[in-house]
Structures are given as structure tokens and as C-alpha cells.
């Protein structure tokens, strides 16, 4: 692969010319397509290490295009495009792989360091080869333990201490990024199948056409393109565990189909007529509300009693307190090993930062951040600084979320006989979301007041007089709004 070929993907001929032109500039070569059917073909016939795609484009949708260049190489850094800067979509890319996004318009400087950076990673690649592979092995043991302390992940993994031994089906409720593959790593090791094989599968990655085939196998000759006999999934996992990632988005005939293998424990290939035998344990799981989805007539209800034997809901990030210190550190000591560097300790700014932060992407969110700053951090440096961590979120989202949970938290303190002292608790929210944006703005600017106010596009003694009208409040009140 040459380290010179950038693929660009957008609709917007004006964008195009805009990547070409800072690309060119820094002696690599643009190669640009404005559909997602010319896209593809680039795709299966070229080689690339970078691409810029853009989330709609008015054949393909993005996602479909970014599925494919994960097929061709997990390797080659894809950075979605956006005009819409709506969190589900880019929640979404980062799930399918996506190495990052960025929203329109966007800097051509911008475009420089993103460049930079996935040549670094091209780089580090090369020279790491088998090497990196080794050590990253090395780390598998731990990767397949749970990394926290909070109470939360604590009962979480008593209970996968219990339900591990026995055989019964496991369904895990959770959000994109939560470690649901983590989770069915540890249940089947843990288990009396863990000699057996443990099989992945994620349910909306795969065509519906396609699914029946990858699940149950087919007979040669079942259909066009079926030279040979195929071995499905339940038949390689055998004894085994079988994971359906995404189990919501299963196709309804091919839940019916599913269900009378769970019931019967037996299935034929496709295109044949012989009843093979299969023993396996199913660990689904899925980020969709199952229960409603049954309400929509989207998901059987038979299918969700049999695969809910018993359930597992894991936590946001943002719900597991010091954890996020602890899964740091981890990825801290793991990208030391990778990258040969010596990053000892995390600054009590950047604890803040990270702790202030709401991950909407969860700990996918987290390593792919710390993994960014083991890459690009100097290999002198021993502690982890706020310049060296880059969060790409809208203060209004982070605001919103906080003020919500304000209202949420103050509203069952401020009710006496059904009454509510209005001024009061507007008073309070506004001084602790106002409270909650100046800690941010000097996190990040290491308590450089100067640079505080720029970030808030206010001057320097409108930001002190509003630290010392929130001061004035904390004295006045008692803890009692205080979080």
C-alpha cells in the first residue's frame, strides 16, 4: 500500500477541490469520488491508507461504504464527514470502526494533523508488524478481565461469577461502546465451554440476504454462487458459545428461524434436508429496547423470553465514577508497550477533564482518546497533560446533559407540601451549570485564567467577576445544591 493515497468521498464538488488542495500541498496524492457506487469500486480495486467520507451521500449511505473499506483492510483510517453534527450518526461510524469524525466546515489545518496522524499510525503499523502483534497477545489475558471498582461493575461481575457456570442463555442490554463483546468473553471463559469455540457475530453487519447463510450454512448448489458446502456458525461453534451482537436488528423471518433452533437444538443448512445436531450456548446482545421493539412488532416476543433467561445491563461510562481513572491507566500502560513510551502518571487537570466529560461513546470513546495521546505524546514525557487530550464535543450537548441532571437531582430536595421555590431553583441551576463551564474552560487551559475567558468568548475580568459572584453563592448556601 502506498503511504501517498488518500481516498475522499463526498458529494460536494467544492469539498472535494478543498481536500485535493491540502493534500497536494503536502505531497501526497487525493483521489476523490462524489457517489458511494463509484466509492465502492475505488474501494475493491485500490489501495489507500486514509479515507474522508462523508455520512450521506445521495446513492449509499456512509456507513455502508465504511463496512466495506473494514472488510478490505481494519487497518486504513476512515474519518466521516458531516454537516449534520448529530451525535447518533457519529456514535454510530465510531461503532462500525470509524477512526474519528469531523463536522463541516472544517479547517484545512484541521485536515493537516488528521493527515499527520493516520500517516503516524501507517508508520507505526509498519515498523511494529509482528512485533506489536506479540505484545499486544500479550495483554489478551487482561483484556478478557473486567477493569473497575465501582459498585456497579462489581455486582456486575458477581453476577457473571454465577450465571458463567451454567448454561442458560444470556441476553446483555447495553449501550454502543459499553463492552459487550468484553462481557461474553469473560462469561464463556469462565465457563464449563471455555475449551470450546467462541464465536462472534454481529447481526446488523451482514446483508439479511446473507445472514441465514452465515448462520445455519448452506449445501452446494443451495443458490447462485454456492460452489461448495458451507459450515454455518451454530455448526463452528459447536459446543461452544455463540455471540449475536446486535440481536435487534435480526430480520423477523430470520428470528423464527433462529427460535426453532433454540428450541429444538437442531437445523438444516440451506438448501438442504438433513437435521444436524448442534449444542450452543447464545449470548445476545443488543442497544435497542426489546420490549418496545416487541410493542412496534419488530422483535418476537418468543424469541426474547427464550434468549432473556437472564439478563445483563452494563453501565455508561459516565455512570462509573473513578472507573474512568482506572480504565486510563490501563490503556496508559497497555499503549506504553505498544508505542515505547513512558507515561507514568495523569495530571490532576486532565482527571477533571475526563471525569467533567459525558462519554457518549463510552469506553470505545475512552481508548480510542488515550490511544490518540500515546501516539502522538513525546517519548520524553512521563505524565499525561491536558494539551494531550483532544475531546471533540459541543459544550451545548455537555451543558444540556447537565442541566437536565441538575433538575433531575434538585427537583424530589425542593418539594415541601407541593411547593416550589421557583426563583430559588433557577437561581441555583444557573450558578451550577455557570460553575460547571468555568471548572471545564480552566481544566483545559491548565487554570490559565486568560486563556479560560478566550475559550468562553468573554474578557478575562468578565470571567473573574463571575468567579467571585459563584464564590459569594457557595458561601451563602449550604452544600445542600452542591454536587
Known amino acids: 500500500m502506498q503511504i501517498g493515497n488518500i481516498l475522499i468521498v463526498d458529494d460536494d464538488e467544492g469539498i472535494r477541490r478543498s481536500f485535493t488542495s491540502v493534500v497536494n500541498k503536502m505531497g501526497l496524492t487525493a483521489i476523490t469520488v462524489g457517489t458511494g457506487k463509484e466509492a465502492i469500486e475505488f474501494v475493491k480495486n485500490k489501495d489507500f491508507f ?35 453534527a448529530t451525535m447518533e450518526s457519529a456514535i454510530e461510524a465510531i461503532d462500525q ?10 479547517k484545512s489545518d484541521a485536515i493537516k494533523i488528521i493527515i499527520k496522524l493516520a500517516m503516524e499510525k501507517h508508520r507505526l503499523s509498519k515498523e511494529i508488524g509482528l512485533l506489536q502483534h506479540e505484545k499486544v497477545s500479550q495483554f489478551s489475558a487482561d483484556e478478557d478481565e473486567m477493569v473497575g471498582s465501582c459498585d456497579i461493575m462489581v455486582n456486575l461481575g458477581k453476577q457473571i461469577a454465577k450465571v458463567a457456570r451454567t448454561d442458560i442463555n444470556i441476553l446483555i442490554q447495553a449501550e454502543s461502546g459499553t463492552g459487550k463483546e468484553l462481557i461474553a468473553n469473560i462469561i464463556h471463559k469462565k465457563s464449563d465451554r471455555a475449551s470450546q469455540p467462541l464465536i462472534h457475530i454481529n447481526c446488523s453487519a451482514i446483508p439479511k440476504d446473507l445472514l441465514e447463510s452465515e448462520f445455519f450454512g448452506h449445501e ?26 446486535e440481536l435487534g436488528d435480526m430480520d423477523l423471518s430470520l428470528q423464527a428461524k433462529l427460535l426453532r433452533v433454540l428450541e429444538s437444538h437442531s437445523l438444516r443448512r440451506v438448501g438442504g434436508t438433513k437435521e444436524i445436531n448442534v449444542d450452543v450456548r447464545i449470548i445476545a446482545s443488543t442497544n435497542k ?3 418496545k421493539e416487541i410493542k412496534n412488532g419488530e422483535f418476537r416476543s418468543d424469541l426474547y423470553y427464550r434468549l432473556n433467561s437472564f439478563p445483563i445491563k452494563l453501565p455508561l461510562l459516565k455512570e462509573r465514577g473513578e472507573d474512568i481513572i482506572l480504565l486510563s491507566m490501563y490503556y496508559i500502560k497497555k499503549y506504553n ?83 416550589i421555590n421557583f426563583e430559588q431553583v433557577i437561581t441555583d441551576i444557573t450558578n451550577q451549570v455557570k460553575k460547571k463551564i468555568i471548572d471545564r474552560a ?34 451563602k448556601n449550604s452544600s445542600h445544591y452542591e454536587q
Not at 473494514?70 to 486504513?76: E, G, S, V, Y
Not at 478566550?454 to 458561601?475: D, F, G, T, V, Y
Open 337 to 419: 508497550y505498544v508505542f515505547n513510551k513512558n507515561i507514568m502518571h495523569i495530571s490532576s487537570d486532565v482527571k477533571k477533564l475526563l471525569l467533567s466529560y459525558s462519554w457518549p461513546g463510552n469506553v470505545r470513546e475512552l481508548k480510542n482518546i488515550i490511544e490518540k495521546a500515546m501516539i502522538l505524546i513525546s517519548e520524553s514525557a512521563n505524565k499525561l497533560l491536558p494539551e494531550h487530550i483532544h475531546i471533540d464535543y459541543e459544550e451545548k450537548n455537555q451543558t444540556s446533559s447537565f442541566l437536565d441532571y441538575q433538575i433531575e437531582h434538585n427537583e424530589s430536595k425542593l418539594q415541601f407540601d407541593g411547593v
Open 97 to 106: 470502526g470509524a477512526y474519528d469524525y469531523i463536522k463541516k466546515p472544517f
Open 289 to 291: 429496547n426489546l420490549p
Open 220 to 245: 452446494k448448489g443451495a443458490f447462485t454462487g454456492a460452489e461448495n458446502i458451507k459450515m454455518g456458525l451454530f455448526e463452528q461453534a459447536n459446543g461452544g458459545t455463540l455471540h449475536l451482537d
Open 50 to 84: 486514509l479515507a474522508f467520507l462523508d455520512l450521506r451521500l445521495p446513492d449509499i449511505s456512509g456507513i455502508k461504504i465504511l463496512r466495506k473499506i473494514r472488510d478490505k483492510d481494519p487497518n486504513i483510517v476512515v474519518i466521516m464527514i458531516t454537516g449534520y
Open 442 to 475: 480552566l481544566s483545559i487551559s491548565g487554570g490559565n485564567k486568560t486563556k479560560a475567558s478566550k475559550m468562553l468568548q468573554i474578557n478575562r475580568s468578565a470571567l473573574w467577576r463571575e468567579m467571585e459572584k459563584i464564590k459569594h453563592w457557595k458561601k
